[in-house]
Antibody, heavy 118, light 112 residues
Framework: QVKLQQSGAELVKPGASVKLSCKTS????????MSWFKQIPGQSIEWIGMIYAGDGGTGYNQKFKGKATLTVDTSSSTAYMDLSSLTTEDSAVYFC???????????WGQGVMVTVSS | DIVMTQAPLSVSVTPGESASISCRSS???????????VYWYLQKPGKSPQLLIY???NLASGVPDRFSGSGSETDFTLKISRVEAEDVGIYYCGQLLENPYTFGAGTKLELK
């Protein structure tokens, strides 16, 4: 069955960077899209961007350009998101979700809490 | 950006009764291909969101047929008939017509 397994919670200092992972299984990763989302606890969902594993092509929410960088490793069926120059406003839960054409975001990772604090 | 406005922000429902959640978009979500790019997700407490309805009115795999979606180009409704305890959570509508994809603020469904 389809699974998206995200890396563990992160505690990082302001100004630092962090790389989150989303390891997939149960489907053909190399011809699929992956999206990432941000959710501050108690708030709604924000779409960060999307990457096509086939060629690494990306599309970003303008709000997150320069903040998030999406990459993939097809050899391990894993998607990554780098978050840079972290501030307290980046403290949130981050989700990865598979994007399929007809029924997008049908499978989600469990989410990872990123806390930015000195 | 397309703004998605949900109402109400919370709803309390007696088990077995029905509930409706509204969502309005600031722009038509009807594409020239005839597809309306509105989606509904449920986030149960402490869990990841799950897809309920895609393309306005299509039931996602594994979702009970107590859930249904309808609407027009800018006004959409999620209806839950015979609400059960497992339906508790926050419901989000979202648009996937344009970058950036955007979501409503969410509607919290509780049981009476």
């Amino acid at each position: 069955q389809v699974k998206l397994q995200q890396s563990g919670a992160e505690l990082v200092k302001p100004g630092a960077s962090v790389k989150l992972s989303c390891k997939t299984s149960g489907y053909t990763f190399s011809t699929s899209y992956m999206s990432w989302f941000k959710q501050i606890p108690g708030q709604s969902i924000e779409w960060i961007g999307m990457i096509y594993a086939g060629d690494g092509g990306t599309g970003y929410n303008q709000k997150f350009k320069g903040k998030a960088t999406l990459t993939v490793d097809t050899s391990s069926s894993t998607a990554y998101m780098d978050l840079s120059s972290l501030t307290t406003e980046d403290s949130a839960v981050y989700f990865c979700a598979r994007r399929v054409t007809v029924a997008p975001f049908d499978y989600w990772g469990q989410g990872v809490m990123v806390t930015v604090s000195s | 950006d397309i703004v998605m406005t949900q109402a109400p922000l919370s709803v309390s429902v007696t088990p077995g009764e029905s509930a409706s959640i509204s969502c309005r978009s600031s722009k038509s979500l009807l594409h020239s291909n005839g597809i309306t790019y509105v989606y509904w997700y449920l986030q149960k407490p402490g869990k990841s969101p799950q897809l309920l309805i895609y393309r306005m009115s299509n039931l996602a795999s594994g979702v009970p047929d107590r859930f249904s979606g309808s609407g027009s180009e800018t006004d959409f409704t999620l209806k839950i008939s015979r609400v059960e305890a497992e339906d508790v959570g926050i419901y989000y509508c979202g648009q996937l017509l344009e970058n950036p994809y955007t979501f409503g603020a969410g509607t919290k469904l509780e049981l009476k």
